[in-house]
């Protein structure tokens, strides 16, 4: 089982990027974004269920952000509307079997990709 994140990269304040994380393996119950920024402790930012009739966001980028799968390719996506500063960090994709809304323990990590917002 591999999860493989990209999509990463630089962008200005009010700006946009498409991340992608490639589930090779298997398929999974339920799909999540999560992130650390320097200094911070990793925290949730979106999931969806491996159908898409579920999804749940962070409060703190609902609206701005859109999580989104493609069963043809087992790929989820994270697209990220209206950047802000305070959204630079390593964005990590992680999956599990079932969909819960206890956002707490997910076996299936993939390796960060770097999202930079600047001023």
């Known amino acids: 089982v591999q999860l493989q994140a990209s999509g990463g990269g630089w962008v200005q304040a009010g700006g946009s990027l498409r991340l992608s994380c490639v589930a090779s393996g298997r398929t999974f119950g339920e799909y999540a974004w999560f992130r650390q920024a320097p200094g911070k402790e990793r925290e949730f930012v979106a999931a969806s269920s491996w159908r898409g009739d579920k999804k749940d966001y962070a409060d703190s980028v609902r609206g701005r952000f859109a999580i989104g799968r493609s069963n043809a390719d087992n790929t989820l996506y994270l697209r990220m509307n209206s950047l802000k500063p305070e959204d630079t960090a390593l964005y990590y994709c992680?999956?599990?079997?079932?969909?819960?809304?206890?956002?707490?323990?997910?076996?299936?990590w993939g390796r960060g990709t770097l999202v930079t917002v600047s001023s």
């Open positions: 992680a999956a599990r079997t079932q969909w819960s809304h206890r956002r707490d323990v997910y076996p299936y």
